[in-house]
């Protein structure tokens, strides 16, 4: 699980909640069901004119899956461990990956294909092309979110807006002059806090999530391609620790030496 994306929500959520008992803790003065239905549904409603309707089915609850979760394997050991694969294909051979396992899903796959005889092209492709897609529809995520978090803020504008023209209207009628204002001071709060506490900040981490994927699959790849091409365990390992940066090179440049 990636803590970070946890802590920094409940900790912006602890802060505005401090900030609330601070002032006496009369939670129900900062609930508008006004300012809901207009962020919400105004925000969901730009968002869905913005994308297909299928991607954001696929979008959002991908990209809320990796905004909380860590890759299962770092490139350092997926460099261990393509290092290994390597050794024992050179040993035994490709038929002997069959009964290896491996922990990384993208990495089993190119062992299989090895394992197989698939030709050098057919690995390229499928592999690249696979990695291809699942970066698409990660990036698409980050899109989404990004698109939430912009739309956000407008519409808590629009319900100040919206607020303020209520307000102006009953100026003869002091006893809605409060709830107007409410609304209109609300909206604003809700779309600055789910852009800035959630949308926006979700949709960097996914970006950053997909800078990682890219990395560590085409890291697979060019691996998988040397085994088959069957390649010396050292040197596969020393292709590929040129995918580190350089202050995460050391531990692997021992261990080869």
């Known amino acids: 699980m990636d803590l970070a994306t946890g802590i920094g929500l409940l900790g912006g959520v602890g802060v505005v909640f401090t900030l609330i008992m601070i002032d006496g803790g009369n939670f129900a003065a900062y609930f508008d069901k006004h300012a809901v239905i207009v962020i919400f549904g105004g925000a969901i409603a730009a968002t ?23 890759r299962a394997v770092k490139p350092h050991d997926l460099i261990e461990e393509i290092t290994k694969i390597a050794e024992v294909v050179r040993k035994s051979g490709p038929m002997a990956l069959e009964n290896m396992e491996i922990s990384d899903p993208f990495l089993a ?7 197989d005889g ?46 303020m023209v209520t307000m102006f209207a009953n100026m003869s009628d002091p006893s809605k002059l409060g709830p107007a204002m409410a609304t209109a001071l609300l909206a604003t709060l809700y779309g600055a806090l789910i852009a800035n506490l959630a949308a926006l900040p979700i949709a960097d981490k996914l970006h950053v999530k997909l800078e990682e994927e890219d990395v560590s699959r085409s890291l697979i790849i060019d691996g998988i391609l040397m085994i088959r091409d069957q390649k010396s365990p050292t040197l596969v390992r020393e292709m590929l620790v040129a995918y580190l940066p350089h202050n995460h090179r050391e531990p692997l440049e021992e261990a080869a030496a």
């Not at 796959?109 to 394992?115: I, K, L, M, S």
């Not at 030709?119 to 390229?124: L, N, Q, S, V, Y």
Request: aromatic share 14%.
């Open 48 to 70: 869905t004119i913005r994308f297909p309707f299928s991607t954001i089915a696929h979008g959002l609850p991908m990209g809320l899956r990796y905004a909380f979760t860590m």
């Open 109 to 115: 796959q190119g062992a299989r294909y090895v394992a």
């Open 118 to 163: 698939y030709d050098r092209e057919f690995i390229r492709d499928t592999m690249e092309r696979d990695r291809d897609n699942f970066l698409m529809h990660l990036d698409e995520g980050s899109k989404i979110y990004r698109a939430f978090g912009d739309c956000a803020p407008a519409w808590g504008m629009i319900g100040t807006i919206l607020g």
